[in-house]
């Protein structure tokens, strides 16, 4: 709000009024000039606010002359274009935003957040599917390799691609990349196993530790090859001991599944303590658990177990490889065991049941072998006779 007239300066074209400001009354600087025949007024800036002086307002309004800038008005019209030209736009950042509200519930999406904005959002965030370069994309492969797990990298790129093809999907946009993103290739997946003295030991640890809920928690790892996630949301309404299953809520392969209740898992939950949560293995606050990495490190390093042994994902894997080396179980009954979404993750044991077969085929032949050796010793008793 202006609190006196106009007041001249010693530059043609420039005047100021005194205004209000943050810190009290300050000079609002103006310029007068003629463009195209016609005489424009308009602001040039404040005094403190902008460190606007009556020179650098001269300034300003020969360039305006010189038609080396665009009048406030014209700038503000090429805004105001630019934004209803963006609202047209498909960008990742916009793509990205309605990815995020569809998929919400998915899993990763904590991880994928932190993935976008650290990641994504600076080199594409305001690029069309279509402007992004292929050198661009193998830029930040590269870049990222250089700290990162190639798993990480993996993960980063294939959030970049779900979110274009989440955008092509919903017709959002007619074109994608106009090439395949390369991802590294991943070598990482470790069936970790135990020996029978290491599972021994392990069971050992766990009787003897202090926290006999995280101990019990190990042990339905092991008896059942179910994950930590969904030892942890099991619920006393998940238990049916009538008929001796396991309802598992939401697991990582897709729909609920239901799995059979083993004779050491059903005397361990029997046994287990039900107060008032509805969780079986609660917090002290009858909440979901979140994490027990301190206590289930102690039992590891107590059991005497490698440093790089994660122990719920660990018993998983020796629950699945004992049944697939037992050579009674085969791959599908596996799978639906372990709960996996498609066989491929279940493949990794398969070397497992073929060494099964393998002794079993052995066995056969020994069993073929002795009766023909058997059948051979008759023959030349006969011929003696």
């Known amino acids: 709000m202006a609190i006196m007239g106009r007041v001249k300066t010693d530059y043609p074209g420039v005047f100021y009024i005194f205004g209000e400001g943050a810190r009290g009354p300050e000079k609002i600087y103006y310029i007068r000039y003629r463009r195209n025949g016609k005489m424009i007024e308009e602001k040039a800036g404040r005094q403190f606010q902008d460190d606007m002086t009556p020179a650098r307002a001269s ?151 202090k926290n006999l809920q995280v101990g019990a928690m190990l042990k339905m790892a092991l008896f059942t090859g179910m994950r930590r996630g969904e030892i942890f949301k099991l619920r006393w309404d998940d238990l049916d001991f009538r008929r001796n299953l396991i309802t598992i809520r939401d697991p990582k392969g897709g729909r609920d599944a239901i799995i059979p209740m083993s004779k050491p898992a059903y005397e361990l939950l029997k046994n287990q303590p039900k107060g008032q949560s509805a969780f079986v293995f609660p917090t002290n606050e009858g909440q979901e658990r979140q994490t027990v990495q301190n206590q289930v490190r102690r039992i590891r390093d107590a059991a005497g177990l490698p440093k790089d042994f994660r122990p719920f994902h660990g018993l998983r894997h020796v629950f699945a490889s004992m049944l697939a080396s037992s050579g009674e179980v085969d791959m599908y009954v596996l799978q639906k065991l372990l709960t996996h979404k498609s066989p491929g993750m279940t493949q990794r044991y398969a070397h497992l049941r073929d060494e099964a077969t393998r002794r079993a085929a052995n066995v056969a032949g020994d069993l073929i072998s002795e009766v023909i050796k058997s059948n051979e010793e008759k023959i030349i008793e006969l011929t003696r006779e």
């Open 59 to 209: 300034e300003m309004r020969s360039r305006r002359i010189d038609k080396k800038e665009q009048p406030n008005r014209e700038k503000r019209k090429e805004q105001r274009r630019s934004k209803e030209a963006e609202k047209g736009r498909w960008t990742i950042d916009r793509l990205w935003t309605d990815y995020k509200e569809s998929m919400h519930h998915i899993k990763s999406m904590q991880s994928d957040e932190y993935r976008y904005r650290k990641h994504l959002k600076d080199r594409f965030g305001n690029k069309e599917p279509s402007e992004i370069h292929q050198m661009e994309v193998d830029r930040i492969r590269i870049f990222l390799g250089k700290t990162k797990k190639p798993q990480t990298v993996k993960h980063i790129l294939n959030l970049l691609d779900r979110i274009i093809n989440y955008g092509l999907k919903k017709g959002l946009i007619l074109q994608g990349l106009r090439f395949k993103i390369q991802k590294p290739v991943v070598h990482n997946i470790k069936t970790e196993d135990l020996s029978d003295d290491e599972i021994r030991a392990l069971l050992e640890a766990i009787n003897n530790d």
